[in-house]
Every structure is written in C-alpha cells, then in structure tokens.
C-alpha cells in the first residue's frame, strides 16, 4: 500500500508494507521529495578553542578584583592552590564544575570566563 502526503513545497510518499498475520513484520518506507527549495542549511561550525591567554588575563582580574589571594580564591572554587596555579600561568583550564562555582559564589558567567562576553558580568567586574 503507497500513499502521498503534499504539504507545502514538500511531499512525502509512504510505503507500508505488513504481513496480515504479523504486525512486527510492518515496515514503512518514507521518501521526500521537495522540489526545487532555494534554501540552503548552512555548513557545520567550525569547532573552536577557548583562547588560554584570553581566559588567564580574565581569570587572573576577576580574582583580583574580588580581593583574594590564590589560595583563598582557589580554595573558593574548589580547586587546590597548585592546580589553580597552573590556571593562571595557562598551563590548565578550570573544570565545567569549577566554573559554575565562579559563577554561582562570585556570579561571574561562565560566557564571560570562556569567550569574554561581558554582557551579564556584575558591575563590580566591569572595567
């Protein structure tokens, strides 16, 4: 049994195919045909990389800005003293936990730590 569905500028022919004594056996075919469509999807995204320096230079304010040491900084987010430091001689990266910590205990967004987006930073942060 074939059956065509019109909708728009698509249409889409089905095809079922099914034992009477066997419903497990049914299969249904799907094919769409859309014509000539102008439209194009757009490509894929490139992926991207957190540019390090970007993010040390960032890190490094906001820490002083909050008026704490590294340890204590650290300590906060729950990372040790000698991996944060790694952190801001751009050796590491922080986890996705670490940095929801900076934004949940200083409300930093992560958006600003990673691609420097300042739109929702807190005023005690902005330049």
């Known amino acids: 049994m074939s059956e065509t569905v019109r909708m728009g500028l698509y249409s ?3 095809e079922y ?3 009477p004594f066997n419903l497990r056996s049914s299969k ?16 894929p995204r490139k992926l991207q990389q957190v540019d390090r320096e970007a993010f040390q230079a960032r890190i490094i304010y906001i820490r002083e800005k909050s008026g704490l040491s590294k340890k204590d900084f ?5 990372v040790s003293k000698s991996n944060y430091s790694q952190v ?9 936990d670490q ?3 900076v934004f949940v205990i ?3 967004p992560m958006e600003y730590l990673l ?3 300042e739109s929702n930073l807190p005023d005690k942060f902005r330049h």
Request: charged letters at 20%.
């Open 28 to 43: 249904i075919a799907l094919r769409c045909d859309h014509g000539s469509m102008t439209e194009r999807a757009s490509p």
């Open 12 to 14: 889409f022919q089905i």
């Open 106 to 108: 200083y409300g930093v």
């Open 74 to 78: 650290a300590e906060s987010i729950g």
């Open 17 to 19: 195919r099914s034992s």
């Open 99 to 101: 940095l929801y910590n």
């Open 88 to 96: 801001e001689s751009g050796n590491r990266m922080l986890t996705v």
């Open 115 to 117: 691609a420097g987006q």
